[in-house]
């Protein structure tokens, strides 16, 4: 039913050679879309298509200017790239674009198109038309170029262990040392290094902060908190909704959280549980190593997802065959792992800083689920079509991450590993949702109040740490490491008030696998149908095609927190 052996869209409208090298190359494009009749559906229909293969175009383009940015974050010439685009190509595209909206919206043979198939598509334009300021366009492209400072500053970021220099993420491999001494010294000199350019991500948020409080001012907005959920086309949820999703979180998922470091810190044998042995094992239990290169996590990560389904497995090779994959850490890197959607290409690009620990298995088999979430779309008619909403999107890779461990034997020989690979995965599972919480909640304060002190902030900072602060580990003598402790959170300098959608995907998630450990061939089917929908659907719909109800409340909660306990159980210890 489903084919990894997607093709790039053919051009019909732009010469297949067309490369966007210059805004007087792409205005006339623009231009011809604007003096279009479409006073009828089918000349109207036309007209879409035209235009979405022109966004395809420069939706690619884009992409490709920022994967090649980040894979190289010292290449002068690659920032120049993308530094062109967003100050020369987009602040001039935007108000082409607001015209097409509403000329889309204006046209009287809109009531004859599709109602079910272009309610969602049509609900977004009204939007943009409705958030649409012309003073506000040099604002995003100043933004747009600020923000990817953050990857420049964290991928700089080295430090020295036994007289060799690491990334960060690369460093991340002692802190699973049996010696608690060199432990604690690499979690001190990771802490310290990030405390040097504390200063100069607390002046790039300060400006990111100004700026996007200025863009919602312009737009009517209170504040950007509220401009930003219209943006992300929150339309089924609320910030009140969010604010239940602190609170259940604190009820429903502390306790699990405690249970797990207890547990942590009786294996280990210590009088306390400090921050540099949550990764640890027991002495005489090595670290996990699902992997050593990057080729081998590709290579035993195609295998995986083959066992499962072999389409997904087909995915990742594509992308292979494509050189559409960098997976290993190395300096000059920005940080983090992303799955980019190429809209013409169809196959998606995996960006990702693997150092051979357990988590970045996690890592691969997530953006993975991203990655099948392209291919499954790809076939929609119109790239608006393709443009899901991210609470789906990664139920998409969650729910990959889950489904994926009944093979991960494929990275671990002995059945030991593999049962200490499962019940890590769990216990990330319920350890991530306070963290999500905290940095959702710390967002509504900063875009609340958004003239404030350096000191302000740290102390609102500290005072929802301390909301949501288990029971177990000692955190004393770290203050000040603490205190910063949100400059490591890439979301909040590109991507704000996008974090929440992982605690809501990731009850999905939960729910896509109870499914799975029921039917099934009937949970990856509902898997694959709900993904093939891309944002053609409301996101209610989108979870009801998935077999799973749009529903993140405390109850809700609740009961999902007792089936993964549940499960947590059933491993032998």
Not at 408 to 433: M, P
Request: one cysteine or more.
């Amino acid at each position: 039913m489903f084919t990894a052996d997607i093709q790039k869209l053919q051009r019909h409208f732009l010469p297949s050679d067309f490369q966007l090298t210059n805004w007087e190359n792409l205005e006339p494009w623009f231009k011809n879309l604007l003096d279009r009749d479409i006073s009828t559906v089918e000349k109207l229909e036309q007209w879409l298509k035209d235009q979405s293969e022109l966004e395809a175009m420069i939706n690619e383009d884009a992409c490709w200017r920022q994967i090649k940015m980040t894979c190289d974050t010292e290449n002068k010439a690659l920032e120049d790239a993308f530094n062109f685009f967003c100050l020369e190509i987009q602040p001039k595209i935007q108000p082409y674009a607001d015209a097409l909206n509403k000329k889309l919206i204006a046209s009287a043979a809109i009531q004859q198109l599709d109602k079910e198939k272009f309610f969602t598509y049509l609900r977004t334009v009204r939007k943009s038309i409705e958030l649409f300021r012309e003073e506000n366009i040099p604002l995003q492209a100043e933004m747009a170029v600020l923000q990817q400072q953050f990857g420049q500053i964290t991928g700089a970021m080295t430090i020295t262990v036994n007289d060799k220099e690491y990334t960060l993420q690369q460093a991340g491999k002692f802190l699973e040392s049996h010696d608690r001494q060199l432990r604690e010294e690499v979690y001190h000199k990771i802490q310290q290094r990030r405390l040097q350019d504390k200063d100069k991500l607390d002046e790039l948020y300060d400006k990111l902060v100004s700026l996007r409080n200025k863009q919602a001012i312009n737009a009517g907005f209170e504040n950007y908190r509220d401009y930003r959920f219209k943006e992300l086309g929150r339309f089924d949820y609320t910030k009140e909704n969010c604010f239940e999703f602190h609170e259940a979180v604190k009820l429903h998922v502390l306790p699990l959280v405690n249970k797990i470091y207890r547990k942590k810190k009786e294996k280990l044998g210590v009088d306390q549980l400090r921050p540099w042995d949550l990764e640890a094992e027991p002495e005489g239990t090595n670290a996990l190593r699902p992997f050593a290169t990057g080729e081998e996590l590709l290579e035993k990560s195609v295998a995986c997802f083959k066992e499962l389904r072999p389409f997904f497995g087909e995915c990742l090779q594509k992308m292979k065959s494509l050189q559409h994959l960098d997976l290993e850490s190395r300096k000059g890197k920005a940080p983090g792992g992303y799955n980019c959607p190429l809209a013409e290409s169809g196959a998606p690009f995996i960006f990702m800083n693997a150092a051979g620990q357990m988590h970045d298995l996690t890592t691969m088999v997530h953006e993975g689920g991203h990655a099948i979430h392209s291919f499954l779309s790809h076939q929609l008619e119109l790239t608006g079509f393709k443009e899901y909403p991210m609470e789906i999107a990664e139920v998409a890779s969650m729910s990959m991450e889950l489904f994926s461990m009944d093979h991960w034997d494929t990275f671990f020989n002995n059945a030991e590993d593999l049962t200490r690979a499962k019940e890590h995965q769990l216990e990330r599972v319920i350890t991530i949702f306070p963290w999500i919480a905290i940095i959702d909640k710390f967002q509504h304060w900063v875009y609340e109040h958004p003239v404030h002190t350096h000191e302000e902030r740290t102390a609102a900072w500290v005072s929802v740490l301390n909301e949501f602060k288990d029971d177990v580990i000692d955190y004393s003598g770290l203050e000040t490491f603490r205190s910063n402790a949100w400059q490591r959170q890439l979301h909040l300098f590109e991507v704000p008030f996008y974090y929440i959608e992982y605690g809501i995907a990731q009850l999905g998630a939960i729910g896509m696998w109870m499914q799975y450990k029921t039917n099934k061939e009937t949970a990856l089917n509902n898997y694959c149908n709900a993904l093939m929908l891309g944002g053609t659907k409301t996101l209610p719909e989108l979870y009801k095609a998935a077999g799973l109800e749009f529903n993140f409340s405390p109850g809700k909660i609740q009961v999902l927190m007792n089936f993964v306990n549940e499960e947590m159980n059933k491993i032998p210890s």
